[in-house]
């Protein structure tokens, strides 16, 4: 680095090439993943491909191999009709220092992966798209596992587009009559039983009319309870049931993958690995993992243990493990380096299951349920965006806790508790009809996060009380460039040193002088301002010398 690159500010430096009129759709990047600790990055794209990248020091020359996967296997209806995979370019290639990639994963069909998960202690991946999962090896460069989530009605669904080719232009128009027709109906027949109540109460009693205050019916004997509130709609919504098989929506898309070391059976916890789909499932695999000296050398093995429906079938889009304490497993490496604290491995391990509508709660390894939450049947909103923030008290900095943040499609940031799912916070924070803001929310550990409050900025917000939204940075300005404290000075320039100033805007405005402008001891100063009050300046200059040439260049002349 010269000189002139130390000088500059900020100090980045092109390491790599972009072209910005590429059109190739299959370039585009999906998912992204790096390892502070263990220097590792991952990157998923458009077209089925997944590239570990390692940080390197120096320069090397490397053949890239490219280890392939087939997602639906042998099925003989189903037609891949999108584009083709990428492809790497054969022989050595000279890598410069920095991130250089170790190997690639390309899975079959190539479409664009909508998940990715990575332990880089356990040098693993999982990767997922719209047809299936699969479980990746990359310290032996071997797939482990492959799991479709097509269902038999959804392989005629081929290509990227969301709409299956089996269902028509005229059955979706038939069927969203016939489900307006059969929602005005309901309402018919809801409307016609609440008049009817409404009459039979009013009927009821001596005098004939409604009750209208405690104090007016005090004595009187009032009808049973159960004949008042029969039939009365319960406070949850209706939610309209989900027509899986031809609603148009991928069912089998993988939505979030996730690794950890839980109990999958009662006595002995090992690593296991989770993966969400769109249709409500969620896939439970145990990892066998070899001994840490012979992990080149024997393979990883992996195989199904347990399977989840839900029965509301809507989109997993979060999966955690929970220990004793009521705190998610940590990440990989970090109990090792410091970063967090050991979990509680001795047992009463539970699982965290967020869905668009519910958050849901499950002993492990029973499955067995033991809390939730229903946001849709409540609110009528659904969540977009989840994660688990440890919030820290404001007087004791070594108390925290644990609990879930989310942002709905309403534009409302709520956390809730991960001990009882109860609701601790809930603010409007984005416009509803703003979908770009809220499908780029993301949440930070700390409880912080951010959101792209337009094309070209983002906002930042806090949910935690210990953490205020201020910058925590400063400029270190060198000797002589900052006026001593006080209001700062502004200087007049370009005037005539031969007279002297009759007007205090024609000389150095001082903090003390009171005639100054009050607009000029307030720092929101504007260059119109200030370019008015310098030819302000400059005219009465004009003014004086005209004066004196007119009185002789005497400034005692009197005009005589």
Sequence with gaps: MTAEDEEEWPPFRK????????????????????????????????????????????????????????????????????HESLTVVSGDVRYNQGFQPQCVLQMSPPAACTALSVHT??????????????????????????????????????????????????????????????????????????????????????????????????GRKLPPPSSIEEDVPHAERAIEERNLSGDGSQCSMVRCLHFADTYLTPTVHSPSLLAGTNAGKVYVFSIILPAYDKRDQEDVTARISKEITLRHQAPVIGLAIIDGTYYPLPLALEVQNGRAKAPDMTGNHKLLVISEEQFKIFAMPTLKPEDKWKLTAHEGSRTRRVATCTFRSRSDEQYNEMNIACITNMGQLSVYTIKGLRRQMNIDAVNKTDINGIASCLFASTGEGFFLSSSSEYARFSLSAARYIRPLCKLNLKDGLRTPEGTPQIIVENYDETHPPTNNRDSLVSPGDSSVDQSFQSADMTQDEIRDYVQNGRAGEQAVSESHDAGGGNPNNDGE
């Design 121 to 218: 202690e356990w040098q693993l991946l999982s990767a997922g798209t719209a047809h299936g999962f699969c479980l990746f090896d990359f310290c032996q460069r071997r797939a482990i596992s492959a799991t479709c989530t097509l269902s038999a009605s959804e392989t005629s669904a081929t290509d990227d587009s969301s709409m299956s080719r089996r269902k028509s232009f005229k059955k979706s128009l038939r069927e969203s009559f016939r489900r307006l027709r059969r929602r005005r109906s309901m309402a018919g027949k809801t409307t016609k039983k609440d008049s009817n109540r409404l009459q039979e109460v009013k009927g009821d009693g001596d005098s004939g009319r409604a009750i209208s205050s405690p104090r007016m019916n005090a």
């Design 15 to 82: 390491i790599g090439h972009f072209d910005p009129y590429t059109d190739d759709p299959r370039l585009g990047i999906q998912r992204i993943f790096l390892c502070p600790v263990s220097d590792i990055l991952v990157v998923a794209g458009t077209a089925g491909h997944v590239v570990v990248l390692q940080m390197e020091r120096e320069q090397r020359e490397a053949d890239l191999k490219v280890s392939k996967v087939n997602l639906v296997g042998d099925r003989d209806n189903f037609v891949w009709k999108g």
